[in-house]
């Protein structure tokens, strides 16, 4: 039960900051911090994401993510204080642990979406990378300047946010 609340989290985490699976098994519970522009959300107002796509021959770049999702806000608080210390986290950093006590890795995200997605029988073409691009299609629809969308994502080019992102 607990492995599945999780799983749902992660899966909102990814939808409402717009992450990579990367980005997403990189987080660390230390990563949420205030926001001046949120302060209704407290701690949750802004995501620090380290693990971001790469450019050949750089290091990963780092950025912060506006939170702008309250909802989702709602869902990591709930799994923080319910289901994360059930998996006797003690002084570990990782947001998502396994079963095992580790971090839960980006393939294992695709892999565990990958069986709601088919025991659901939705569409097989589905991916966590569909729900980032979901997230800068809605934020797009909802009115957002697309420079604002370009940092949220962390794409270089205004159109990259815009226009489906492939996979890394």
């Excluded at 450019?55 to 999702?69: A, E």
């Excluded at 309250?70 to 998996?87: C, F, G, M, S």
């Excluded at 997605?117 to 009115?143: F, I, Q, S, W």
Aim: with cysteine; glycine share 8%; aromatic share 8%.
């Amino acid at each position: 039960m607990r492995a599945r609340y999780r799983d749902v989290t992660v899966f909102k985490v990814v939808y409402a900051w717009g992450l990579r699976g990367s980005e997403a098994s990189g987080l660390d519970v230390t990563d949420f911090h205030s926001h001046a522009d949120a302060p209704e959300l407290g701690r949750f107002g802004s995501l620090y994401v380290r693990a971001s796509g790469r450019t050949r021959g750089q290091p990963p770049r780092r950025r912060t993510i506006l939170s702008v999702m309250p909802w989702a806000v709602e869902a990591v608080q709930a799994y923080l204080a319910d289901v994360r210390p059930r998996y006797r986290a003690g002084h570990r950093p990782a947001l998502w642990l396994t079963e095992r006590g580790g971090r839960l890795r980006a393939r294992e995200i695709e892999q565990r979406f990958a069986t709601y997605r088919d025991a659901l029988g939705l569409d097989g073409a589905l991916t966590p990378l569909c729900m980032r691009n979901a997230y800068m299609a809605h934020l797009v629809e909802d009115g957002a300047d697309p420079a604002f969308v370009q940092e949220q994502v962390g794409h270089r080019c205004a159109a990259d946010a815009v226009h489906r992102e492939e996979p890394v």
